[in-house]
């Protein structure tokens, strides 16, 4: 009779660890359905549950890298993408995030994120000066979208309430509103291609027209830091382009709170490297997951403990 119970309490006890590991619940926070970061963590989700045992992962729509650090921010265990501006913003707490710093650390540097300011012929708009005076997206709330816009609005020299006619959308809702003519450009900062933005340049009666602004980096750099870069998007990408176009890009990272166990970290970023192929049949950006874009230099939010050992274990060096 005590071998039965031991064996009962013994039995009880293996149960009870196994659902605890199996209780290791992560949620990817994302952004629109109509841009790169929604697809992405979906195809993340499901290779950290099919690959890390115990863990059940899964992506979440929400309005994007300023949603996303706030979320991290709750203590619940999100893993998130953004922008290294908007995270910046986070870790000082400032701007979007003033009266409260966000503890993060950097799992990993992902893929460069180019600035898009879209329209389409016939709104009389060829140049970023034009967009004074039009109906304008500058992305949607709790994006970095917003972030980004807001700033190259202000190196160009223009208010963003005072000369524009400004909306709050989503990349997937601006290409509907602007195929309706409910507005006459978008900005949009994202990965190539954005399905969005091929949906209007494929749109039958729409040309698609890209404003170059790369001009504008050098002002936004002297007041922000370094995070911004001149950079090209080929007319190649989207249909209907006649010139490359001159645009401003910035570094999308993925974080977690600082408080993330060293293994969990260390399996997260272990995985997405060992089953990149995956990731890639996803979306063609992750084959900018490389190894030798991990430097310190390129985030501004220090490396989890967990990443870092998995890098160094791959000969990298992040400083």
Aim: aromatic share 8%; hydrophobic share 40%.
């Amino acid at each position: 009779m005590k071998f039965i119970r031991t064996a009962i309490l013994g039995l009880a006890a293996m149960v009870g660890l196994v659902l605890a590991v199996q209780a290791q619940n992560i949620s990817i926070a994302t952004g629109g359905t109509g841009g790169v970061y929604y697809p992405m963590g979906g195809g993340l989700a499901a290779v950290l549950s099919k690959y890390v045992p115990g863990m059940q992962a899964t992506a979440e729509v929400t309005g994007g890298s300023v949603d996303n650090l706030k979320l991290i921010g709750s203590g619940k265990p999100y893993v998130g993408f953004t922008m290294t501006d908007a995270a910046l913003d986070a870790y000082k707490g400032e701007d979007k995030f003033k009266g409260g710093k966000v503890p993060l650390r950097t799992l990993m540097i992902l893929y460069p994120n180019r600035m898009h300011v879209v329209t389409v012929d016939g709104k009389g708009i060829t140049r970023f000066a034009d967009l004074r005076g039009k109906r304008v997206s500058t992305g949607s709330p709790g994006s970095a979208t917003e972030v980004m816009a807001f700033r190259l609005i202000e190196a160009a020299g223009m208010d963003k309430d005072k000369d524009l006619k400004r909306e709050r959308l989503g990349a997937a809702e601006s290409v509907n509103a602007i195929k309706d003519g409910k507005i006459d450009a978008f900005f949009w900062v994202g990965g190539l291609p954005t399905a969005a933005v091929s949906d209007l340049a494929n749109t039958p009666g729409n040309k698609i027209r890209m404003i170059d602004h790369a001009e504008l980096v050098p002002a936004m750099n002297k007041k922000y830091g370094n995070l911004y870069v001149e950079d090209t998007i080929q007319k190649s990408v989207y249909r209907g382009m006649d010139t490359d176009n001159k645009q401003a890009t910035v570094m999308n990272i993925l974080v977690a709170h600082e408080n993330m166990d060293d293994k969990t970290a260390y399996n997260i970023v272990k995985t997405i490297f060992d089953k990149k192929p995956e990731l890639v049949a996803v979306h063609k950006e992750a084959e900018n997951f490389k190894l030798e874009s991990q430097k310190q230099a390129a985030t501004p939010i220090p490396f989890h403990p967990g990443a870092a050992k998995y890098f160094a274990e791959k000969g990298i060096k992040l400083n």
